[in-house]
């Protein structure tokens, strides 16, 4: 079965770097439309970045500051994360479409609910 499984978090200084990794199984990331979204406690889930099957889209908030990447040969999708700022503090997640899937793509990557599995979250501190 598929499963995701984000690494990378951990606590850093304003102005600092980050890389989170999601390792995909039973599941091919090339050819996936996946996304990382964040969600506070007491605050509903927003995207970060998401992948499609021709583009990538990132949330104003991130933009410039913030790169999606894949590596296809490990299957993993990656976030790279710089300049943070004190309120990208937050749980990061990745989801990704089941396969075969990623119709309609343009109007529904942002939303959770078109994701079909999620990792577990890695948490992601900036003070």
């Known amino acids: 079965h598929v499963q995701l499984v984000e690494s990378g978090g951990g606590s850093v200084q304003p102005g600092g770097s980050l890389r989170l990794s999601c390792v995909a199984t039973?599941?091919?990331?090339?050819?996936?439309?996946m996304a990382w979204f964040r969600q506070t406690k007491g605050e509903e889930r927003e995207v970060v970045a998401a992948?499609?099957?021709?583009?990538?889209w990132y949330a104003d908030s991130v933009k410039g500051r913030f790169t999606l990447s894949r590596d296809n040969d490990k299957n993993i999708l990656y976030l790279q994360m710089n300049s943070l700022k004190p309120e990208d503090t937050s749980s990061y997640y990745c989801?990704?479409?089941?396969?075969?899937?990623?119709?309609?793509?343009?109007?529904?990557?942002?939303?959770?609910?078109?994701?079909?599995?999620w990792g577990q979250g890695t948490q992601v501190t900036v003070s």
């Open positions: 039973a599941y091919t990331v090339r050819s996936g439309c």
């Open positions: 992948f499609g099957p021709s583009s990538t």
């Open positions: 989801a990704a479409r089941r396969s075969g899937a990623c119709y309609f793509w343009a109007s529904n990557w942002s939303r959770g609910t078109w994701y079909d599995y």
